[in-house]
């Protein structure tokens, strides 16, 4: 029997239909592989995705990435795609330039190898995090 933490999320029913997707994030040379699941975009320790930045907010967004891929906008301070700044979610596709607070994505999507995709969720070897700092993480220069 398998079990899954709160922040986990199973892959099954109508999605195993289609090819799932994995996300790359990148900002200038440093890139970052996301596999399918729910990820808050903020600046606090809860976020599946952290961007330790000012101009972040503790809950900025929130990335969902299935068989497509959605970005839903949580915050005040706006979330941008190509340049223009979405109202509720938008989807995302190859190639879009998707901007946080001061740091800018480009975004990479490619299938996902099926045996990877059996579990899915927000992290269990902890949160991707993306900051200013010396952590190995994306960081804007």
């Not at 799932?20 to 599946?48: M, N, S, W």
């Not at 899915?120 to 700092?133: M, V």
């Amino acid at each position: 029997m398998h079990h899954q933490s709160a922040g986990q999320t199973s892959v099954t029913g109508a999605a195993e239909s289609k090819p799932l997707i994995q996300v790359v994030l990148q900002e200038g040379g440093v890139t970052r592989a996301l596999l399918p699941g729910h990820y808050l975009v903020g600046h606090t320790d809860l976020c599946g995705l952290r961007i330790r930045d000012p101009s972040v907010e503790a809950r900025h967004a929130q990335l969902v990435i299935t068989d497509e891929v959605r970005i839903i906008d949580l915050g005040w301070s706006g979330t941008y795609v190509n340049g223009e700044r979405i109202r509720g979610f938008r989807v995302l596709f190859n190639g879009d330039r998707l901007r946080v607070g001061s740091h800018e994505f480009t975004v990479w999507l490619r299938p996902v190898q099926h045996a990877a995709t059996e579990t899915t969720g927000e992290h269990t070897s902890g949160p991707a995090e993306l900051n200013r700092g010396g952590a190995p993480a994306l960081t804007k220069r």
